[in-house]
């Protein structure tokens, strides 16, 4: 299978972060053996920035797929022009590929792009909290979504702006490959990992990542991959060459919790999710490593799976 391309479509006086860091995301990804191929088009071949910095890119659209994901990085709009950003043959172009089964996205003002293409119509919507009120006036047949990071409605993926588009980015990278490949990826650009876009979860392999310690990064790798079996604390000492109680003192530090504690994170919230389609408690017991149905029971009891 070829790599799923992500298509940046560049406006004039986009923001540069806008761009640069959903961009980063997926080209680190791709360097993490994660397959995506990234490019970028604009209504014409050089395309300046608001930060000044020009840009040069292609005018033809490559060939797109329905695995392929289309995203418009916003611009400097301190007011939205009364004019579209895009010109038809672009918001045509996004249309057609979000009609094909395609997803598209955007950053910031970049909504206003997905607006005027008709892609907000019927659907939730978020965007950069100065121009919700003008965004929510300008298409009243969409539901604006405040103080959110970002907003997935039928493969129609708005965000906040700026640092946002990295969340987003982060969120596809982990529906595509699983958290632990966002992880993987937050980790490489030293950003804080984390999902909480229009939902109010949070995954506790990337809730607790938010820290720069390589060797607590290390032991959660491993716990990560195999937390459905017995990982006693010497043996993850042993893997990463301190003592336990280093291990302990340097992990808890770093995420608040101690190896044991995350592990049954991981665990209950595989739980969670296998009971939540279908699976009875015993089976999803005996599934994500727990002996019997007691222990789940206990933690399940005691343990909002959110904290």
């Known amino acids: 299978m070829r790599p799923a391309r992500v298509l ?57 797929e329905p695995g392929d994901l289309v995203l418009v990085p916003g611009w400097r709009s301190p007011r939205l022009s009364p004019e579209p950003p895009i010109g038809p043959a672009i918001r045509q172009r996004l249309r057609d590929h979000h009609a094909s089964g395609g997803t598209v996205a955007s950053v910031c003002s970049g909504a206003d792009a997905l607006g005027w293409a008709g892609l907000l119509d019927g659907r939730r919507f978020t965007t950069h909290h100065d121009l919700t009120d003008e965004l929510a006036d300008r298409y009243p047949r969409a539901t604006i979504v405040r103080d959110v990071l970002y907003v997935e409605d039928d493969r129609v993926i708005t965000s906040a702006g700026i640092a946002s588009g990295i969340d987003l980015a982060l969120h596809l990278v982990a529906i595509d490959y699983g958290a632990l490949a966002a992880a993987r990826v937050a980790r490489e650009m030293v950003v804080y990992a984390r999902r909480n876009g229009d939902e109010l979860q949070e995954s506790a392999m990337l809730r607790h990542r938010g820290h720069l310690n390589d060797l607590a990064h290390r032991v959660q790798d491993v716990i990560d991959t195999q937390y459905a079996d017995r990982l006693p604390l010497a043996e993850l000492a042993g893997r990463i060459g301190v003592s336990e109680r280093t291990l302990t003192r340097i992990f808890t530090t770093a995420t608040g919790l101690t190896p044991l504690r995350y592990q049954q994170l991981l665990r209950l919230e595989r739980a969670e999710h296998l009971i939540g389609h279908g699976a009875t408690i015993e089976s999803a017991a005996r599934t994500v490593g727990f002996e019997d149905a007691r222990m789940l029971r206990r933690l399940r009891s005691r343990t909002p799976v959110q904290t």
């Not at 004039?12 to 980063?24: N, V």
């Not at 930060?51 to 490559?62: A, D, E, H, I, N």
């Open 8 to 64: 940046f479509v560049l406006v004039p006086k986009l923001h540069l972060l806008d761009l640069a860091g959903p961009a980063q995301v997926f080209s680190t990804a791709n360097d993490l053996g994660y397959g995506y191929e990234v490019s970028y088009v604009a209504e014409s071949d050089e395309v300046m920035t608001a930060q000044g910095v020009p840009l040069r890119t292609q005018v033809s659209w490559p060939e797109l």
